[in-house]
Structures are given as C-alpha cells and as structure tokens.
C-alpha cells in the first residue's frame, strides 16, 4: 500500500507563498506518477497537479502560473510551490499516487480574505 505524508500547511495572507511536502513514507515519488489534489470546505475533490517519474508536470487551468509541483530524489519528497495565494485556494491538500487509495491525512492550507 502507497504511503505518502504531506505537510507544510498554514494560514497565509493573500498574495502569499507557501511550500507543501510530500514525503514517501516506504514508496518512492520518483518511480510512480504522483499527483497533487485539494478539497475545499463543502467541495468535492478537486484534481490540481500530476509529476511524471520522467518529470513531466500538468496542472489544472486555475493553478497554471501560480503552483508548481517538483521532486527531491535523494529526499523521496515531493513537493508543491503555491504563489500568489488567494481565499479561493483554501483547502486541505493531498498527495497521492495516481490510481490509489487510501489517500493520506493530507495538510490544511487557509488564506484569509
């Protein structure tokens, strides 16, 4: 079974930054297509970002320009750059490895309005 734990959550101010891990606790972010995904209070799931172990990255359009996803080898850590905080970015956000469940905890971000 896939573990990964994220981490790095926090309450911002909008127009923030922050820097979200994603650490392989006994699988490994570079072997495996690793995605990032978030849920806003009230909201469904919402897909936002795929790394390829070849390192390929995607992103879902309101995230294009603001986050971006990268990769520690030597760490087996994954992470996501978030810039240009707004409110509507609020969420707990999850790392899982493509295809699989359970999901992990995942880490809240808040960004006050």
């Known amino acids: 079974q896939a573990q990964f734990v994220e981490s790095g959550g926090d309450l911002v101010q909008p127009g923030g930054s922050l820097t979200l891990s994603c650490a392989g606790a006994?699988?490994?972010?570079?072997?495996?297509?690793m995605t990032w995904h978030r849920q806003a209070p009230g909201k469904a799931r919402e897909w936002i970002a795929t790394?390829?172990?070849?390192?390929?990255?995607f992103y879902t359009d309101s995230v294009k320009g603001r986050f971006a996803v990268s990769r520690d080898a030597g760490n087996n850590t994954m992470y996501l750059q978030l810039n240009d905080l707004t409110p509507e970015d609020t969420a707990t956000y999850y790392c899982?490895?493509?295809?699989?469940?359970?999901w992990g905890q995942g880490t809240q971000v808040t960004v006050l309005s």
């Open positions: 899982p490895q493509h295809g699989t469940t359970p």
């Open positions: 006994g699988s490994s972010v570079s072997a495996e297509i």
């Open positions: 790394l390829f172990p070849g390192g390929a990255t």
